[in-house]
């Protein structure tokens, strides 16, 4: 009974993650709703992809596609974090 319940939270976390990550990750590099909406459409795409073909070629689980996601969006938050503190403004550093 614990084994199927635990089953049932990872897959809940599983399909959060797919539904949140994208977005997030497109909040980092986009300036607009529209963008952002286009960027995690983009975001998305790349991950489905991408944990698919490592599914297949290193014989690994599912899982591989939220694995994916995370990785974009660390290395989103790394790059377009260092990225967004340069252009920020004296008057809008001294509001962060």
Known sequence: MTVVAAMRVVGVLLVAALMVLPVATSRLVARSFRSTILWSVGVSTVSVI???VAARQWDLARRTIVLSTVTLFAL????????????????EAVDH
């Open 50 to 52: 991408g944990g698919l």
């Open 76 to 91: 989103t938050s790394l790059l377009g974090g260092r990225r967004r503190r340069t252009h920020l403004t004296d008057a």
